[in-house]
């Protein structure tokens, strides 16, 4: 009986054998585990080695190679006198531009003479932009001081004159829901531009629509919101006037006050929902000029509008009415000095005007941007030789090649209505720009 148990042992491993060794295969992996933590442990040990390399570079050596990068850092980085940070930033503005007969040898003409010119064409950088932004403490519970300044050279000549001038500059203490600022900027009830780089130098639609004048002033702003869906944005500021160039007879100019304080206002409401947004905010300016002691009203009153029905439309402006606009960088028509009995009466000029822009944002580099705009003056309050009416229309594309290049190109005309004639000039630019 043993003998045969013996046997059957003896047949069962044969057949076993057969099948494939179960504890065989075990063996085997287990090598191939014990092979490669060996690798492991040879690669860990050559990391150990280099990076007692590295320990054993002495401290001193370390500590310099830090210092001369913290150096390095310390000098790109800008700072003021005080050590408040400051940021450069700009445009490098080229433009290559031709221009019709009426442009009067001008690069843009907003407002065309009533006889005369040539056409002409050109290339200028005096449109490039300057400017610096500083972040100040915080004061006052909380408020930051923050500035900015942009300077340009279009009040040079396209020659070697390119002389440097102030555009705009602010100087603002802001709190969550106040800002107090001191600047010299656009008038405070018209905010909004048009998009173009071939006018940069002055606003573009200006003398068409766009109320623009950058001049000092003083200015408070309150802002509420709702869940961030619906807000209302109350600002205030009180204006200096620029008087000059008002379309006086020089007989009188010398009797007209150079700058009057000019109160302003706008209140704008809005609305948001994703990237759906509406904006419409009326506004006021209300002011005096002071021309052969007697007192011209300045009454001017705003409506202007962002509407975005979907992210890659939008449509904004502005309507504006009143007398005597000039002031505020309307037509420099803005009064008019008549013959009454024997004297010499001052009386204001009526306009009303205003400018629209239609955006398309076709791709995320792509913009297309149609605009117009004009200022009607009312006829019986102009003198002889007035512009009773400015008109300018055109189109651009705009194409970002990357974060800091733009091209542009731009077509547009402008046409200036005289009692006898009118004039028309259509221009052409091209724009490329590199931001900093």
């Given amino acids: 009986m043993l003998k045969g148990f013996i046997l059957g042992l003896l047949v069962s491993a044969a057949a076993w054998g057969q099948q494939g060794d179960p504890l065989r295969d075990v063996l085997d992996r287990l090598a191939k585990l014990e092979e490669q933590n060996r690798a492991l442990t040879k690669e860990v040990e050559e990391l150990k080695a280099r990076l007692g390399t590295v320990d054993a570079v002495p401290l001193a050596e370390r500590v310099e190679v830090a210092e001369q990068r913290v150096a390095e850092l310390d000098q790109t980085r800008v700072t ?3 050590k408040l940070p400051i940021s450069v930033t700009g445009m490098l503005l080229f433009n290559a531009y031709l221009n019709g007969q009426a442009s009067a040898g001008q690069q843009y003409p907003v407002v065309l003479p009533p006889s005369g010119g040539a056409a002409g064409a050109g290339a200028t950088f005096r449109q490039t932009v300057l400017g610096l932004r500083l972040d100040g403490p915080t004061v006052l519970h909380g408020g930051n001081v923050n500035g900015s300044v942009f300077m340009d050279f279009f009040s040079g000549g396209t020659g070697l004159n390119q002389t440097m001038r102030l555009r705009v500059a602010t100087l603002d203490v802001a709190w969550k829901r106040t800002t107090v600022g001191f600047a010299f900027d656009k008038p405070v009830m018209a905010p909004r531009e048009p998009d173009s780089l071939a006018q940069v130098g002055v ?9 623009w004048l ?8 309150h802002r509420l919101d709702w869940k961030n869906r619906i807000g209302l944005r109350a600002q205030g500021g009180v204006y200096q006037t620029a008087e000059t160039g008002t379309g006086l007879a020089a007989d009188y100019g010398d009797s007209l006050a150079a700058s009057r304080p000019g109160y302003e206002g706008r209140f704008e409401v809005w609305a948001q929902r ?12 209300v002011s005096s000029s002071r021309v052969l002691g007697q007192s011209v009203p300045s009454r001017i009153f705003t409506l202007d509008w962002l509407l975005r029905p979907v992210s890659r439309v939008e449509f904004t402006g502005q309507y504006f009415g009143g007398q005597n606009t000039g002031v505020v960088g309307g037509l420099r028509q803005g009064i008019t000095v008549r013959r009454v009995a024997d004297v010499n009466a001052a009386a204001a ?13 076709a791709t995320a580099r792509t913009s297309f941007n149609l605009f117009a705009g004009q200022q009607d003056d009312r006829n019986r309050d102009l003198g002889q030789g007035g512009v009773t009416k400015n008109q300018s229309y055109g189109a651009n594309v705009m194409y970002r090649w990357g974060s800091n290049l733009m091209t542009g190109f731009e077509a547009s005309q402008v046409r200036t209505s005289y009692f006898a004639n009118t004039r028309i000039n259509p221009h052409y630019d091209l724009a490329i720009a590199y931001l900093f």
Wanted: glycine share 14%; proline share 4%.
């Fill in 80 to 82: 003021s006198d005080n």
């Fill in 214 to 221: 950058w001049q000092p002033q003083v200015r408070v702003e």
């Fill in 349 to 361: 000029v009526h306009s009303q005007g205003g400018w629209a822009q239609l955006k398309l944002k």
């Fill in 274 to 285: 994703g990237t759906k947004r509406v904006e419409v905010a009326p506004g006021f300016h």
């Fill in 203 to 211: 606003s573009a639609l200006t003398g068409a629509g766009n109320l």
